[in-house]
């Protein structure tokens, strides 16, 4: 794990950012908004999954994997099968087994296409009320660029 601090859409120039979105086919909050703006490819190509795979507890777990730009990717944790202001409900959103999972998962890919990879420091743990010590243990196992946002 290697942490930087920063703008994770301007930090990666090139690579892959990999990100937690809801299964409710609704991208409008936080990284997922931003990314959304930057690269509309991405929420057209969750849309498309979302009419793939018809209902939420089917999405639940999928990582999927958009190409954003000639230099980006953009990876999707469907890791969040309903969505809320955590802060507000006291209610956890976040499946952390299923985000500690695809965590790996992009980090193995990023390994394999000796790319690098870009992930929140708090991924799943702001909004979705996730356990933000869980998730930095899980980071900490992988050679991943760990953002912090400044």
Same mark, same amino acid.
Do not use: H, W
């Given at each position: 794990m290697k942490i930087l601090y920063g703008d994770i859409l301007k930090l990666c120039k090139e690579g892959a950012i990999l990100q937690q979105v809801n299964c409710q086919s609704a991208m409008g909050a936080?990284? %997922?908004? /931003? $990314? =959304? !703006?930057?690269?509309? $490819? !991405?929420?057209? #190509?969750? =849309?498309?999954?979302?009419?793939?795979?018809? +209902?939420? #507890?089917?999405? @639940?777990? +999928?990582?999927?994997e958009v190409i954003a730009s000639y230099e980006v990717s953009v990876f999707n944790s469907f890791t969040q099968l309903n969505f809320g202001n955590a802060r507000k409900t006291g209610i956890c959103y976040t499946n952390e087994e299923l985000l500690i999972k695809n965590i790996m998962e992009f980090d193995k890919i990023c390994k394999d296409r000796n790319i690098q990879g870009y992930v929140p @420091?708090? $991924?799943?743990?702001?909004? %979705?009320?996730? /356990?933000?010590?869980? $998730?930095?243990? %899980? @980071? #900490? /196992? +992988? #050679? @991943?660029n760990v953002v912090i946002y400044k």
């Amino acid at each position: 794990m290697k942490i930087l601090y920063g703008d994770i859409l301007k930090l990666c120039k090139e690579g892959a950012i990999l990100q937690q979105v809801n299964c409710q086919s609704a991208m409008g909050a936080g990284l %997922a908004k /931003n $990314i =959304m !703006v930057k690269y509309p $490819i !991405v929420r057209k #190509e969750y =849309m498309k999954l979302s009419r793939k795979l018809k +209902t939420p #507890e089917n999405r @639940l777990g +999928t990582l999927q994997e958009v190409i954003a730009s000639y230099e980006v990717s953009v990876f999707n944790s469907f890791t969040q099968l309903n969505f809320g202001n955590a802060r507000k409900t006291g209610i956890c959103y976040t499946n952390e087994e299923l985000l500690i999972k695809n965590i790996m998962e992009f980090d193995k890919i990023c390994k394999d296409r000796n790319i690098q990879g870009y992930v929140p @420091l708090l $991924i799943g743990c702001e909004l %979705a009320g996730g /356990n933000p010590d869980k $998730i930095k243990k %899980a @980071l #900490e /196992n +992988t #050679e @991943l660029n760990v953002v912090i946002y400044k």
